[in-house]
C-alpha cells in the first residue's frame, strides 16, 4: 500500500530534526564533559549519531524510506524507487528538517539559536574525505538493501560511525546536515564558507556509488553459484 505523500514528508522531517538534533546536542554535550579532549568528544559524538541513526530508520524507513538526506534522495530517484516529484519536495524537507534540528539543539543547551560556524573544514582532503564517506553511506544502502533489506538500519549507522574515525572530514555525508552544521558555532560545525565544498563532494560521492552499483549489482543478476 503507498503511503500517503504528506506522511512520507512528515518522517522525513521528523527524521531530520532528530538526527541533527542528535548530532550538534550531543557534540554540545561531549565537549562540556570532555575536559578538553577531542578523542573523547567525537567517541560520544560518534556512539550517539550511530545509536540514532539505526532507531530513525528502523522506525521511519517504513514510512519514507528514511532518507533524510539529499544524496540518498537524487539516488533513490536515479533507481526511480523514489518519484521525481516526490524527490523535489523531500530535499526541502530535509535541509530544514535539520537547520530545525540544529536549533532545537542549541535551545536544549542554552545558546543563542541563531549561530554561524567559525569551525574550519576545508581543502582537497576534506572534500575528498566527504566524496569518499558519501561513497560508502550509498554503496551500504544499495548492497545492503539487495542481499539483507533487514539489515539496512545496521548497515547505515555503522558506516557512519566508521567514518567518524576512518575520514579526514569525520563524516557528514549529507548536504542537508552540512547545510545546518553551518549553522552551529559547536564541536559539529562547519564553517558557511567551506561548505558548498562539502556538499560537491557528498554529490559526486552519491553519484559514483550510484554508477558502482550499477555495474555490480544489475537488476535482475543472482548471487554466483
Known amino acids: 500500500m503507498k503511503v500517503e505523500l504528506g506522511r512520507r514528508l512528515l518522517a522525513e522531517a521528523?527524521?531530520?530534526v532528530m538526527l541533527t538534533?542528535?548530532?550538534?546536542?550531543?557534540?554540545?554535550?561531549a565537549v562540556r564533559l570532555a575536559a578538553g579532549n577531542d578523542a573523547v568528544a567525537l567517541i560520544g559524538n560518534t556512539a550517539a549519531t550511530?545509536?540514532?541513526l539505526y532507531v530513525l530508520i528502523t522506525?521511519?524507513?517504513?514510512?519514507?524510506?528514511?532518507?533524510?538526506?539529499?544524496?540518498?534522495?537524487?539516488?533513490?530517484?536515479?533507481?526511480?524507487?523514489?518519484?521525481?516529484?516526490?524527490?523535489?519536495l523531500y530535499v526541502p524537507v530535509q535541509v530544514?528538517?535539520?537547520?530545525?534540528?540544529a536549533w532545537l539543539a542549541h535551545?536544549?543547551?542554552g545558546l543563542p539559536i541563531v549561530q554561524f560556524s567559525t569551525h574550519v573544514r576545508t581543502g582537497a582532503p576534506q572534500v575528498l574525505s566527504e566524496g569518499v564517506a558519501t561513497f560508502a553511506l550509498l554503496f551500504a544502502i544499495l548492497a545492503v538493501s539487495r542481499w539483507q533489506p533487514q539489515s539496512v538500519a545496521a548497515?547505515?549507522?555503522?558506516?557512519?560511525?566508521?567514518?567518524?574515525?576512518w575520514t579526514a572530514s569525520t563524516s557528514f555525508a549529507n548536504p542537508a546536515i552540512t547545510v545546518a552544521r553551518a549553522l552551529t558555532d559547536t564541536f559539529a560545525g562547519?564553517?558557511?564558507?567551506?561548505?558548498?565544498?562539502?556538499?560537491?563532494?557528498?554529490?559526486?560521492g552519491a553519484l559514483l556509488a550510484w554508477l558502482v552499483c550499477a555495474l555490480l549489482l544489475p537488476r535482475g543478476a543472482g548471487q554466483v553459484d
Do not use: K
Request: aromatic residues 8%.
Open 14 to 16: 521528523l527524521g531530520s
Open 21 to 29: 538534533g542528535t548530532v550538534v546536542g550531543s557534540g554540545i554535550l
Open 50 to 52: 550511530g545509536a540514532i
Open 59 to 88: 522506525a521511519l524507513g517504513p514510512i519514507s524510506g528514511a532518507h533524510f538526506n539529499p544524496a540518498v534522495t537524487l539516488v533513490m530517484a536515479l533507481r526511480r524507487e523514489v518519484s521525481a516529484a516526490s524527490a523535489f
Open 96 to 101: 530544514v528538517g535539520c537547520i530545525l534540528g
Open 107 to 109: 535551545a536544549m543547551f
Open 155 to 165: 548497515a547505515v549507522a555503522a558506516v557512519i560511525t566508521a567514518g567518524y574515525w
Open 190 to 204: 562547519i564553517r558557511p564558507a567551506d561548505a558548498p565544498g562539502f556538499i560537491a563532494g557528498q554529490f559526486a
